[in-house]
Nanobody
Framework: QVQLVESGGGLVQAGGSLRLSCAVS????????MRWYRQAPGEQRQWVAS???????EVSDSVQGRFTASREYVKNTMSLQMDNLKPEDTGVYYC?????????????????WGQGTQVTVSS
């Protein structure tokens, strides 16, 4: 079973910082694209950031200048450094992987989601 496991969520006051991490299970040796999405209560999921293997991170306009996405390829992880958090950043943050490759599979796997981690920003 392929797993993406998020960690680092929590409760923080507006203006504070959190760092989210997403770890890929050991069976996977590479991931073509890793993304962060978030979902606030009663709202649709919103794209936050993406990093294609070997390329620079892209982040949404709503978090530009406050959030920084990065990948560590040796550890097969993706991080999201969130600074100057605002109450509107509150939601469940999900890590998603596309193009996961494993020696156990014949073909890459796409659209693999983690279980999500809650981020709550109080005003």
């Amino acid at each position: 079973q392929v797993q993406l496991v998020e960690s680092g969520g929590g409760l923080v006051q507006a203006g504070g910082s959190l760092r989210l991490s997403c770890a890929v299970s050991n069976r996977v040796f590479s991931v073509e694209i890793m993304r962060w999405y978030r979902q606030a209560p009663g709202e649709q999921r919103q794209w936050v950031a993406s990093i294609r293997e070997g390329e620079s991170a892209e982040v949404s306009d709503s978090v530009q200048g406050r959030f920084t996405a990065s990948r560590e390829y040796v550890k097969n992880t993706m991080s999201l450094q969130m600074d100057n958090l605002k109450p509107e950043d509150t939601g469940v943050y999900y890590c998603i992987g596309d193009g996961l490759r494993s020696t156990a599979w014949r073909h890459p796997r796409d659209n693999i989601w983690g279980q999500g981690t809650q981020v709550t920003v109080s005003s």
